[in-house]
C-alpha cells in the first residue's frame, strides 16, 4: 500500500509542486487547502491540482478545508491513515505580517497547533514544516547554517514561523516517538518545466520575481526597487534564489529522513549563493529577452541586506543538492509567466 502523506496548503505555489513530487515518488498526497492563495477550478479542486493530475496522469485526493477548523481537521484525520504530514499552509507576505500581526499570528499558530493535537489523537506522529531563512533575522554572519542564532526576526510572518518551529522542537523533545523535519527555505523561484504549475499570487505580487515576470509580460509597467543603499556590491538586497522543483524534491528527502525516527531536525534549503535584485533583473532579461523597467525606491520596512544559505548539512544528512542554476530559474519562470499570462 502507498503511504497517504496530508499536504496542509498542498493548492498553492510550493504545495502544488510538492504534491506533484510526492506522486512522481509515489506517495498518495492528501491535500487541504481553504482557497486562500490558491485559484478555483472545475470539480471542486483548485487549478494548480487539476493540473498537477494532468501532469502525473493520476487523481489527486483534495478537499477543501480550514487549518483553524478542528472539527474538519478531526473529521478528516478519521477518514484516512497518514503516515505523515506536510504542513505548508498559513498566511505568508512579510510586508502584510506587518500591518495584520493578530491575523498571522492567529492563523498560523492557531492553525498549527490544531494540527498538531488532531495528529497526535490519530497517532499520526511525522512531520515535515515548511519554515522560512526569515527565522534567523537579520544575519550575524554569512553563509546562514543551521547554528546561527534564531529568533531575532524582523517581522510577524518570521516570528510566527520561529514559533511554531519552537512548538515542534518542544513537542519532540517531550515526546519521543514525535519525528520532524524543519526546512527554512530561502527564496524559492521558478515553476515546473511543462510550464502548467508556478506562482501565481492574488493581487499585488509580494516577491520579487513574480513581480519581474509580470512587468516582462507587460502586466506590470515597472519595478520597484526597495533601497539601493546596501551594504552590497549594487546596493540592492541580495538573496539565494532557489529553484521550487528543487525544494520540493528537499521534501521528498525529508520525508524518507523521518523514517530514520530522526527526532527534531532542522535543514537550510537554498542554493549557497546570493544574487542582488538587479542582478535577477538582469537574467530575467536574459530569460524572456525583453527589457525590464525598474524605479528604485525606499527600503521596505522588515528588509535585510543580504540573506543567504550554508546548505551542507541537508546535502550531508538528506542527501539533497540544488541541482537547478539561475538560468533555469529564470527559463522556467519566464515560461510559466508566457503560457499564463494572467495566471491560473
Known amino acids: 500500500m502507498a503511504e497517504k502523506i496530508l499536504v496542509t496548503g498542498g493548492a498553492g505555489y510550493i504545495g502544488s509542486h510538492c504534491v506533484l513530487e510526492l506522486a512522481e515518488a509515489g506517495y498518495v498526497p492528501v491535500v487541504i487547502d481553504n482557497f486562500h492563495n490558491a485559484i478555483r477550478g472545475a470539480d471542486a479542486l483548485p487549478e494548480s491540482l487539476q493540473r498537477v493530475q494532468q501532469i502525473v496522469h493520476k487523481p489527486i485526493l483534495f478537499q477543501e478545508l480550514d487549518i483553524t477548523n478542528k472539527a474538519a481537521l478531526q473529521e478528516l484525520f478519521s477518514k484516512h491513515h497518514f503516515s505523515a504530514v506536510m504542513h505548508f499552509a498559513g498566511l505568508k507576505a512579510v510586508g502584510e505580517s506587518v500591518q495584520k500581526p493578530l491575523e498571522y499570528y492567529r492563523v498560523n499558530l492557531t492553525g498549527t497547533i490544531q494540527l498538531l493535537e488532531t495528529m497526535k489523537a490519530h497517532g499520526v506522529k511525522n512531520i515535515v514544516f515548511s519554515s522560512s531563512a526569515t527565522v534567523y533575522g537579520d544575519p550575524k554572519y554569512l553563509p546562514l547554517d543551521e547554528n546561527h542564532p534564531v529568533g531575532g526576526c524582523t517581522n510577524p510572518y518570521g516570528k510566527s514561523k520561529y514559533f511554531i518551529e519552537e512548538m515542534i522542537r518542544d513537542l519532540c523533545k517531550a515526546e519521543k516517538d514525535w519525528n520532524a523535519v524543519l526546512l527554512r527555505y530561502f527564496n524559492p523561484i521558478g515553476a515546473h518545466e511543462s510550464g502548467m504549475i508556478g506562482e501565481d499570487p492574488q493581487g499585488i505580487p509580494n516577491n520579487l520575481m513574480p513581480y519581474v515576470a509580470q512587468v516582462a509580460v507587460g502586466r506590470r509597467e515597472f519595478l520597484s526597487v526597495f533601497g539601493n543603499d546596501y551594504k552590497t556590491d549594487d546596493g ?10 528543487d525544494l520540493a524534491k528537499g521534501h521528498i528527502a525529508a520525508l524518507k529522513k523521518l523514517k530514520e525516527n530522526c527526532g527534531c531536525k532542522i535543514y537550510n534549503l537554498g542554493t549557497g549563493t546570493g544574487y542582488s535584485v538587479l542582478q535577477m533583473v538582469q537574467a530575467m532579461e536574459k530569460a524572456s529577452g525583453r527589457e525590464i523597467k525598474y524605479k528604485i525606491t525606499r527600503r521596505r520596512e522588515g528588509d535585510v ?40
Open 236 to 245: 540592492t538586497g541580495v538573496r539565494d534564489y532557489i529553484h521550487v522543483v
Open 305 to 344: 541586506a543580504s540573506c543567504y544559505a550554508n546548505p551542507t548539512l541537508a546535502e550531508h544528512e538528506l542527501g539533497w543538492k540544488a541541482a537547478f542554476g539561475l538560468d533555469k530559474m529564470c527559463e522556467d519562470l519566464w515560461r510559466w509567466q508566457l503560457q499564463n499570462p494572467t495566471g491560473f
